[in-house]
């Protein structure tokens, strides 16, 4: 079998036409007309047309969803609406609340044997006390939304019972039932 390379005739460039050998570039025969490399940037138009269709042709698009939904909701933005609900409802049953600062953060810092849904950390001298709730815990145990808001709730009135040094009932008579 004859070798790929030989089986193709060789051209020399006595071959080729002058137009393209000429100034000893392959390409040189091959130019733009002159008004075109004198301008850097093509003309704009006089004035811009409307779009009435994208690039593709098939019109433009539409909202991607209706105005009452809310795009820019994450998980971690509905999660802190849930804490947020649970603080209003504890708050008008004690107004003392108003000065505890609540937080969510993702994990624990550094867990134990347990996992810890929630913490509490009583006020010091220059700080407010603190009610914090952990983000992923407790989406992890929860199967659904109507789960993760109980469960959100009840972390919170935990906590509070804590904080308060009381039971967990005491602050919110509904606490443990379904």
Do not use: C
């Not at 093509?42 to 795009?71: I, K, N, S, Y």
């Not at 919170?156 to 602050?171: N, Y």
Request: glycine share 6%; net charge neutral; hydrophobic share 35%.
């Amino acid at each position: 079998m004859p070798n790929r390379a030989e089986a193709w005739p060789k051209r020399s460039l006595d071959d080729m036409p002058s137009s393209r050998r000429a100034a000893g570039s392959p390409y040189a025969g091959e130019s733009y007309p002159a008004s075109v490399m004198d301008s850097p940037v093509p003309p704009l138009p006089a004035e811009p047309r409307p779009r009435r269709r994208d690039r593709h042709g098939r019109g433009m698009r539409g909202p991607v969803a209706p105005p009452q939904v809310p795009l820019s909701a994450t998980r971690a933005d509905t999660f802190r609406d849930l804490v947020q609900d649970s603080v209003e409802r504890l708050e008008r049953r004690w107004p003392q609340l108003a000065d505890v600062d609540f937080h969510v953060l993702e994990v624990p810092a550094s867990p134990d044997e347990s996992v810890p849904l929630g913490a509490s950390v009583p006020a010091g001298r220059d700080r407010p006390a603190r009610i914090i709730v952990y983000r992923r815990p407790v989406e992890l145990r929860a199967k659904n939304r109507d789960e993760r808001a109980l469960l959100v709730h009840e972390v919170v009135v935990e906590q509070v019972a804590e904080l308060l040094g009381l039971a967990p009932e005491s602050v919110d008579p509904r606490y443990g039932q379904d």
